[in-house]
């Protein structure tokens, strides 16, 4: 049963892979590619090169064929530094990235609309990374680079290596297609961020509550009853009055926080409540803990 999960679950991860790759190229290759816009990334590079090339080459470098060529020695020797294990979910989306650039066609959808291939780029492009990342893989690019340059240089995280390195080709870009272009640019990769994050971290945002009365038990046993909500008594002590408390830690979704604090004003309306966001809950009643 164990070894049928397994399988299961490394089928799941090609499929998101499939479809997060295709989602990737499609937004180079209809939106940012058309409209020039540089985002970072060997993506980034390859849409520098297919427009410094255009003078030598009728309609340039192919996006697929540098985004290829700049991965081969990333990938030899992040082969020789981390083994094959490493890199092989990486050496995938990389691969089918370059496929799906050869394969679908470009088409101008921005029709020159900045704010549309910034936005519209940034969402199809941050979905398509997101599939990507939840995959455990990467589309290689400046992610792996970023990798092999932190395995010399440990007092720098991968996170803050990537950023130097997609800030310095957005610059390249700068220098190519005008500052015009690079500010959207800048835009559209903190979109990509977002969505690709809130991918990641799930879009089921819940709700904390603290709460502290003198009426804990009633509290507690209603939300409980009332909501099939667990509650936790967590212990405290009034700094001001010098008195034992008890807090009471409760985590709902988010429609039902009202409820919560209906239940708290009815029972005790001098109570204490803070409310705060949880960005991802694992557990019972909750997300499932995936593995």
């Known amino acids: 049963m164990q070894k049928f999960l397994y399988k299961k679950t490394k089928i799941v991860d090609y499929f998101l892979i499939l479809i997060g790759t295709a989602l990737v190229a499609a937004s180079i290759q209809c939106i940012y ?15 520098i090169v297919k427009e410094i090339t255009k003078k030598l ?19 030899i020797v992040a082969w020789r530094l981390k083994g094959p294990r490493f ?8 691969t089918l990235l370059s496929v799906w650039l050869y394969v ?45 340059i932190q395995h010399y240089m440990r007092h720098y ?27 959207y640019a800048i835009v559209a990769i903190y979109i990509t961020s977002k969505v690709s994050g ?4 799930g879009f089921k945002f819940s709700k ?16 409980m009853e009332n909501m099939d909500r667990g509650v936790t008594g967590l212990k405290a002590k009034g ?27 009815e029972i005790d309306p001098g109570a204490f409540v803070i409310v705060s966001d949880a960005r991802e809950v694992l557990g019972e009643g909750f997300q499932e803990h995936s593995a």
Do not use: R
Not at 37 to 44: A, E, H
Not at 127 to 137: F, I, P, Q, R
Not at 208 to 223: G, M, N, R, S, W
């Open 208 to 223: 904390v509550a603290y709460i502290i009365t003198d009426q804990y038990e009633l509290v507690a046993k209603k939300i």
């Open 33 to 47: 590619d058309p409209i020039s816009m540089v985002t970072g990334g060997f993506t980034g590079m390859s849409i």
């Open 157 to 183: 995280s991968i996170v803050q290596i990537m950023q130097v390195l997609d800030g310095l080709i957005v610059v390249a870009g700068l220098y190519v297609f005008g500052v015009h272009v690079a500010m």
């Open 239 to 265: 700094m001001y009055s010098g008195t034992d408390k008890c807090m009471l830690y409760c985590v709902v979704a988010q429609k039902q926080i009202v409820e919560v604090k209906e239940i708290v004003a």
């Open 87 to 94: 890199i092989w979910k990486t050496l995938l989306g990389t």
């Open 198 to 201: 809130a991918l990641l971290e």
């Open 104 to 148: 679908i066609p470009m088409i101008d959808l921005p029709q020159g609309d900045y704010t549309l291939a910034a936005v519209f780029g940034g969402v199809i492009g941050g979905v398509g990374m997101g599939l990507v990342l939840s995959a455990k893989a990467t589309t290689g690019g400046t992610d792996m680079v970023a990798t092999l």
């Open 57 to 75: 080459i009728p309609g340039g470098v192919p996006l697929w064929f540098t985004n290829f060529v700049l991965n081969v020695p990333v990938f």
